[in-house]
Structure formats: C-alpha cells, structure tokens
T-cell receptor, first 114, second 114 residues
Framework: GAVVSQHPSRVICKSGTSVKIECRSLDFQATTMFWYRQFPKQSLMLMATSNEGSKATYEQGVEKDKFLINHASLTLSTLTVASAHPEDSSFYIC??????????FGPGTRLTVL | GNSVTQMEGPVTLSEEAFLTINCTYT??????LFWYVQYPGEGLQLLLKATKADDKGSNKGFEATYRKETTSFHLEKGSVQVSDSAVYFC?????????????FGTGTRLQVTL
C-alpha cells in the first residue's frame, strides 16, 4: 500500500518556540492531506484539511494562527505549531488522500512542550 | 454531528480465542464504515471497510458487517494470534466536497497472549 512518512517522530521543545512537522506521501501524489491530534486514550480529532495550492480548512475550535498548515507540493504538507505551550503537547498524525478516496496515515509525531 | 463509540479496552485474550470489539455510530445520511489497526510504532492501516448497509468487510480473518438497523459495525475474528496485538479504531466517513472526513472512535487496545 501507499506510504506516508512524518518527520520528526518525536520532538521536545521549550515553551514559546515554534515546531514544524512534515508529512510526506512517498509513492503517490496527494492533493489533500489531513492533520489529526490524538490525546491519551482518546480518539483522533481532525484538526484541518490541507489542500495543495490553497488555504487549509480548519475544524471548529482549531486556532489557525496557532496551527499553521502549508501544503507546498503534491507530496508534502507541513504543520507548524506556533509559540508552543505545554497544552499543545500531544500526538499529531497526518494522512494523505489517495485517488480512490482512501486515507493513508503517517506514523505520528509526539510533541512535548516543556 | 457524526460520532463513533467503541468498547473501552484493553482487551486481553489468549491465542486462538474469539474476538469481538463493539462499535456503534451516529451519523446523518449513509456513511461508509471502517476499521483501522495501529501496530506499535506504526501509522494507522486500513483493516477493512463497508460502504453500505448489510455489506460485510473482511481482511486477514477479521470481519465486520454494516448493520444499519442497530447502527453497528462490530469487529470479529474467530481465532486471534499474538501478532494481532494492536490498537483497533472504528471510524466512519462523511464527505465534504470531494474529500472524505473521518470520525474515529477512541480505539481499543488488544493484547493477545500465548
């Protein structure tokens, strides 16, 4: 099946710094990618839909100025957590939409903000 | 809005035992239903899906039937193996434009022992 990678897999940063997470579709092109957030023992919550060449669509309650999404190419979407704070600590997962409308998921990035 | 409820885990079974993980949903319209599996350190993988009522999805010995009358999509396997140990997520899709948005349950951790 199709492969999606995320980088980094883990990141620890100080409060107030910005963190960038990359999501790449390795063997297919994806005009649409999704970013999810997962809290311990909870389900994946969709944060935003990333569309290549246009602005991302954010879910209700997600701060677009805090979680900056750039879908720079058909194989790359980035999520930047701006001025991260401890409450932003979480597991962030991306997925890429393949031609048959199936989502392929990355392995996730664990963010810890001290 | 859409929601998915699945049984809390962890579920601990001996090898060759019968597995059932319950999943019920609330949705408008006629969603597609999915089971995803997440092995340790890996991204979510699609295990099986069903796109309309009474459809049965199956893969790797796992089965689930789309029951519209009970709004359920329970996952079953007749004989589990140690290698089935993972977290299982039930999900449904609702379309926005041309992209499928997924709503996930909280996940159920399965631990299979010898």
């Amino acid at each position: 099946g199709a492969v999606v990678s995320q980088h980094p897999s883990r990141v620890i940063c100080k409060s107030g710094t910005s963190v960038k997470i990359e999501c790449r579709s390795l063997d297919f092109q994806a005009t649409t990618m999704f970013w999810y957030r997962q809290f311990p023992k909870q389900s994946l919550m969709l944060m935003a839909t990333s569309n290549e060449g246009s602005k991302a669509t954010y879910e209700q309650g997600v701060e677009k100025d805090k979680f900056l999404i750039n879908h720079a190419s058909l194989t790359l979407s980035t999520l930047t957590v701006a001025s991260a704070h401890p409450e932003d600590s979480s597991f962030y997962i991306c997925s890429a939409l393949a031609g048959d409308n199936e989502q392929f998921f990355g392995p996730g990035t664990r963010l810890t903000v001290l | 809005g859409n929601s998915v409820t699945q049984m809390e885990g962890p579920v601990t079974l001996s090898e060759e035992a019968f597995l059932t993980i319950n999943c019920t949903y609330t949705a408008t319209g006629y969603p597609s239903l999915f089971w995803y599996v997440q092995y340790p350190g890996e991204g979510l993988q699609l295990l099986l899906k069903a796109t309309k009522a009474d459809d049965k999805g199956s893969n790797k010995g796992f089965e689930a039937t789309y029951r519209k009358e009970t709004t359920s999509f329970h996952l079953e396997k007749g004989s589990v193996q140690v290698s089935d140990s993972a977290v299982y997520f039930c999900a449904l899709s609702g379309y926005t434009g041309t992209a499928s948005k997924l709503t996930f349950g909280t996940g159920t951790r399965l631990q299979v022992t010898l």
